[in-house]
């Protein structure tokens, strides 16, 4: 779908040399900026990475997760010189034991951040001159969050409510307020051309440029069409990217969903000729920055490419693949480097991490290859056709059963620390839970959570076993698995006759919870008779020959009460979840919830955003859903979704 539009804009002169940027080993082989090398049981990642135009200074920064403890570093590449921990350009220096976030002007002049041990709501560190310019004190900046700096040292942030962007000037303590004017939006990204006289704007809802000169907001799109077409509100602005000269522009719309959107888009436009162009079917899964010559860094999980905006042609970058830990992939804005992180494994068995600088051609030295997109057409959206529904042929209850009986084959602990208040139990195919909940005199809650798992059909043990523990002891020939976390968090796990066992535990010694892993003993009996009877199923579904997936029942023995759950799956790209308790579900009675009325039911309910059928029928409250892709909702239409989950409600006995 073509859209025109008019925005004043003008494309500015982003030409700059680099004075210290550094050679690789050869020509158009990657440079090494940082690297870190750590073991196997250490979780570490480099991920945030932005740049100057000419990429001569990267920011960057670092999560090592070692026995579930988070430690956040931020660093600053500066030409040839090594990465700087930005704690050391803290006011505290080495003292300082977190900063962050952290953003740096886009001439590179300037870095702000702020740290956890000094009182300052931000610093401003001179990178020119090499010292800190300004400590701004908390005062009543609490509530706001620092979301960039310009290119005249002045901090950007909003407010805790995201409807307010303020440009704060610190040398004569004066703020710039642009409120956005659509009171549904909150700011949730900008992006600075070079010279810092625009600023594109993402408020969820609508995109706006900012003209720094003229004070002026304009928008370039907002999203009530598009509610109003899909009969839906969550849509929302994503990823939003804008070249340095801020000529050219790209953002995605999409529904808030991970999988199946029942509408996603992805705009490429030219700014200054005032034209966006959406695309469907887009088959590329990340898309980077934007360079001053149009072109955007695209992947799709195998290769990397440069698309350029304004004359459609896309590039692949050669002898680039894409595959192991490669990724972080940023293109600087002058479009002569790209920045990623890999890793590797040293020659003593420890893993490195490395971020890296590839120098790249002209993309005109890069062969086209094929746009894997379609642009959207005007009809993209409307819906047509019906969904006839099918007899089911499955005996569901069968499932339920043979998964509750078996539960009288698995272990339990027998050996618990103190008495039990009630236990709640989760039974799933070869899947057993209990949470036990104990007594306590001082009324504080305790809990032992215990997991026996099927292991039968895997090969070895690690399936079972979590990275973080460690060998506590072996007994009888079973290794024991075991690590206090920081805040009293225990974890448990061992093998034992083809079952993996593990307990989970806060405020319980290790002593008390191996006495419970010793004490595993059949049960012998179910924990209570199965009112499988008194449950009623769908007889009528969309498809034929349902794929029955994820039979699981919950049993609260403090109020004897049971849930089941299972997915009726098929050969589309459209699924039933079916789910029916005797308690009242969480989002049984939400505000947008319509009223609808079954013949079967005492009350029920619709709601349009999760495509869930609400029932009540005075002993079980049932939950229908449906699972299906954005090209068969578009096929559809909610009208027709909702209409056929109130018929397989209709039919359920």
Request: net charge negative; charged share 30%.
């Amino acid at each position: 779908m073509l859209f025109s539009f008019i925005l004043v804009a003008c494309s500015t002169d982003t030409t700059t040399k680099s004075e210290n940027q550094k050679e690789g080993k050869k020509k158009g082989e990657p440079e090494v900026l940082f690297s870190y090398e750590h073991g196997e049981d250490v979780d570490y990642s480099i991920f945030g990475i932005s740049t100057t135009f000419d990429g001569s200074k990267v920011l960057f920064s670092s999560k090592e997760v070692i026995k579930r403890n988070d430690e956040f570093s931020s660093y600053l590449v500066d030409g040839n010189k090594k990465a700087v921990d930005i704690r050391k350009l803290s006011p505290l220096g080495d003292k300082e034991t977190s900063c962050g976030p952290e953003h740096l002007s886009p001439n590179g002049k300037f870095l702000v951040f702020n740290c956890v041990e000094d009182d300052n709501f931000f610093t401003i560190y001179d990178l020119v001159e090499k010292k800190i310019l300004h400590e701004e004190p908390t005062g009543d900046h609490y509530t706001s969050k620092i979301i960039g700096i310009t290119n005249d040292g002045e901090v950007i942030f909003n407010t805790i409510d995201g409807d307010t962007l303020s440009i704060y000037n610190y040398k004569d303590s004066t703020i710039k307020e642009y409120p956005l004017t659509n009171n549904e939006d909150k700011y949730e990204k900008i992006v600075q051309t070079f010279d810092g006289k625009k600023i594109l704007i993402n408020g969820f809802y609508s995109l706006y440029m900012l003209d720094r000169t003229t004070e002026e907001m304009q928008e370039i799109i907002n999203l009530e069409s598009y509610h109003e077409r899909l009969n839906r509100d969550d849509i929302f602005i994503y990823n939003p990217q804008l070249s340095p000269n801020g000529k050219y522009v790209y953002f995605k719309i999409s529904q808030n969903v991970t999988q199946d959107p029942v509408y996603e888009s992805h705009f490429f436009g030219d700014l200054e000729e005032g034209t966006l162009q959406s695309y469907v079917n887009f088959e590329y899964k990340e898309v980077g920055n934007i360079d001053e010559k149009g072109n955007i860094l695209l992947t799709d999980g195998s290769e990397l490419y440069l698309y350029n905006i304004e004359k459609e042609e896309n590039h692949l970058i050669p002898d680039f693949k894409i595959g192991g830990f490669k990724k972080g992939f940023t293109l600087s804005g002058d479009g002569k480097s790209l920045f990623y992180t890999d890793r590797e494994e040293s020659k003593e068995n420890k893993e490195i991490d490395f971020l890296y600088k590839l120098p790249l051609k002209k993309i005109e030295d890069y062969k086209v290859v094929d746009f894997k997109a379609e642009k959207e057409k005007e009809e993209e959206g409307e819906t047509s056709g019906s969904i006839k529904l099918q007899p089911v042929e499955e005996d569901v209850k069968v499932l339920f059963s043979d998964v509750w009986r078996k539960s009288a084959e698995v272990e339990y602990p027998t050996v618990l620390p103190t008495g039990v208040s009630y236990i709640q139990y989760g039974m799933g195919p070869g899947s057993y839970s209990q949470t036990i909940h104990l007594e306590s005199e001082d009324y504080s809650s305790s809990e032992l959570i215990f997991y026996a798992n099927d292991v039968s059909d895997q090969e070895g043990s690690d399936g079972c076993l979590v990275d973080d523990l460690e060998l506590a002891e072996t007994k009888d020939g079973i290794d024991y698995y075991f690590y206090m976390f920081d805040g009293d968090e225990a974890e448990l796990a061992f093998e034992k006759n083809n079952w993996c066992y593990s307990f989970e535990a806060e405020e319980l010694t290790k002593e008390e919870i191996f006495a419970a892993a010793y004490s595993l003993k059949k049960a012998d009996t179910v924990p209570s008779e199965l009112p499988i009877e008194s449950v009623l199923f769908p007889t009528k579904l969309p498809f034929k020959s349902a794929k029955l997936y994820s039979p699981y029942v919950q049993y609260l023995t403090e109020h004897n009460k049971f849930a089941f759950s299972i997915v009726y799956g098929s050969d589309q790209d459209f699924d039933i979840k079916y789910n029916i308790s005797q308690a009242e579900p969480t989002l049984y009675n939400q505000s947008d919830n319509v009223s609808v009325q079954l013949s079967n039911a005492k009350e029920a309910n619709f709601n349009e955003k999760s495509l869930v059928l609400h029932m009540f029928d005075g002993t079980y409250y049932y939950e229908i859903q449906a699972d299906i892709s954005s090209e068969l909702l578009q096929k559809y239409g909610v009208e027709e979704i909702k209409n056929k989950l109130i018929e397989i409600g209709e039919s359920i006995k």
